[in-house]
T-cell receptor, first 115, second 112 residues
Framework: AQKITQTQPGMFVQEKEAVTLDCTYDTSDQSYGLFWYKQPSSGEMIFLIY??????QNATEGRYSLNFQKARKSANLVISASQLGDSAMYFC????????????FGPGTRLSVLP | DGGITQSPKYLFRKEGQNVTLSCEQNLNHDAMYWYRQDPGQGLRLIYYSQIVNDFQKGDIAEGYSVSREKKESFPLTVTSAQKNPTAFYLC???????????FGQGTRLTVV
């Protein structure tokens, strides 16, 4: 069974600083995808970034980058130049590409950006 | 604009009543999902559907039912058998196997 662990219930970061949100995963599948979502207080889930298990380069999307270490089964999200609007819950998720049908989510990390 | 629409945004239910949460998508996605989120927690899968007229139970399906009569629609019924239904419910859909899920705005259900 797949499992996602996010060990940081809450994080604080100063505006304009970079922050890393941790995510480790457990799976026996060979081909899978890793996702990060942002959930503001309004509740909607906003897709941020995707990393495929066979992608050789770390994914980047604007200020978001994913530090993917396959051997350690970690997929940490790095947010550069934090903004006040980045304050939200952040969820790491995974899905097996070929056989799994579902997204498995971690418990989330609440990020607070301080002015 | 393409997207997923959930309605209503807020829903109140008396104990012992069934209620149905609506989820409609115009993204032409085959796969659709229902998740439940409790305060301060992650998402747990209730039901999912890969194609019309087919759906499978997720991790917490007891007390819930779904239908998938049309590709665009995947309504969720919270039955009286669900003992603790107060939660935030999120509907999602997905296109290709290697792509992200798109989410609706959610429905907050409260039992009164």
């Amino acid at each position: 069974a797949q499992k996602i662990t996010q060990t940081q219930p809450g994080m604080f970061v100063q505006e304009k600083e970079a922050v890393t949100l941790d995510c480790t995963y457990d799976t026996s599948d060979q081909s899978y995808g890793l996702f990060w979502y942002k959930q503001p207080s309004s509740g909607e889930m906003i897709f941020l970034i995707y990393q495929g298990s066979y992608d050789e380069q770390n994914a980047t999307e604007g200020r978001y980058s994913l530090n993917f270490q396959k051997a350690r089964k970690s997929a940490n999200l790095v947010i550069s130049a934090s903004q006040l609007g980045d304050s939200a819950m952040y969820f790491c998720a995974m899905r097996d590409v070929f056989y799994g049908q579902n997204f498995v989510f971690g418990p989330g990390t609440r990020l607070s950006v301080l002015p | 604009d393409g997207g997923i629409t959930q309605s209503p945004k807020y829903l109140f239910r008396k104990e012992g009543q069934n209620v149905t949460l609506s989820c409609e998508q115009n993204l032409n996605h085959d796969a659709m999902y229902w998740y439940r989120q409790d305060p301060g927690q992650g998402l747990r899968l209730i039901y999912y559907s890969q194609i019309v007229n087919d759906f499978q139970k997720g991790d917490i399906a007891e007390g819930y039912s779904v239908s998938r009569e049309k590709k665009e629609s995947f309504p969720l019924t919270v039955t009286s058998a669900q003992k603790n239904p107060t939660a935030f419910y999120l509907c999602a859909s997905r296109d290709r196997v290697d792509t992200e899920a798109f989410f609706g705005q959610g429905t907050r259900l409260t039992v009164v």
